[in-house]
């Protein structure tokens, strides 16, 4: 049995304060909205409740964020592409970022089983004044369980159309790609963190954002495998390699943190379930 699972999520400005609406279809469900940050800010967490992908499921997730508001995303877990022959299986999200909204979109890591057929993709469409937060981060197996990925493919896609484009197949068969200096020289774990900008970022708060992203890469374990950069006057992006999920995930909240008080004035406030 596939599943086939849809969600609506709708972020509006009523009132200075933030408001999710949602429709789903299948399993697929938004948690109760939270206000840690206060009114302007809304919390929600994304939960799929068979936690995982076999071929032929898909999640397709579609996202508005209204004028003026400002939601954050993110999930209770990973989500784990297993290992199956039925096909290929699909996570999507496409979203819409109206001008001066902000949208954070903070999943846990996509987990690529061995054996597995996956795509993970994500486009986001940013209006003039809209402003966003996205991290990407894949894990390649289950390394510390022994279960290396040695078999199967993961596709990824990430996507801010007429900007910014990127597009990979991670063959568990190609030994260059997975082992090479020029390809993932071993690592099993990839992340990307991105801010982006519906209108060209002004040259002064990019600097900043690039300058603070690289005093805590020196600071971090990973600074010979991670790097910020600014591909697109609209675009910041930080990348990483590690062997495992967790330095990875550590490194990307850091930068999370610092940039939101660098690009937004805000704090690092972190989602309850981070805490757990």
């Not at 299986?89 to 902000?102: F, I, L, M, S, Y």
């Not at 596709?155 to 993932?184: C, K, Y």
């Not at 600014?230 to 999920?245: A, D, F």
Request: charged residues 20%.
């Amino acid at each position: 049995m596939t599943w086939l699972a849809r969600l609506d999520l709708d972020y509006t400005l009523e009132a200075d304060r933030s408001v999710a609406r949602y429709l789903h279809q299948g399993p697929l469900r938004i948690l109760q909205s939270l206000y840690p940050e206060g009114d302007a800010i809304c919390h929600n967490v994304l939960v799929h409740p068979p936690s995982g992908l076999v071929g032929g499921d898909t999640l397709d997730m579609h996202v508005t964020v209204g004028p003026g508001a400002h939601g954050l995303v993110t999930t209770p877990g990973a989500t784990r592409f297993y290992r199956s022959d039925a096909g290929l299986a699909k996570q999507q999200v496409h979203a819409r970022v109206e001008a001066d909204a902000r949208l954070e979109w903070l999943p846990l890591e996509a987990i690529a089983y061995n054996g597995c057929d996956g795509l993970n993709r994500a486009i986001f469409e940013l209006a003039p004044g809209a402003e966003m937060m996205t991290w990407d981060i894949t894990a390649l197996g289950l390394p510390a369980a022994d279960l290396p990925f040695v078999q199967g493919t993961f596709r990824q896609h990430l996507e801010i159309p007429g900007v910014w484009l990127e597009r990979g197949t991670l063959s568990a068969s190609d030994a260059h790609l997975m082992n090479s200096p020029l390809g993932l020289a071993g690592q099993r774990c990839m992340a990307t963190l991105v801010f982006a900008a519906g209108s060209a970022i002004a040259p002064e708060r990019s600097e900043r954002a690039l300058s603070c992203a690289r005093e805590l890469l020196e600071a971090s374990e990973l600074r010979l495998t991670a790097g910020a950069t600014s591909p697109h006057k609209q675009v910041i992006v930080l990348r990483v390699l590690s062997p495992v999920t967790e330095p990875a995930m550590q490194l990307l909240r850091q930068v999370w943190a610092a940039w939101r008080h660098e690009m937004w004035g805000m704090s690092g406030t972190v989602p309850r379930l981070w805490n757990l």
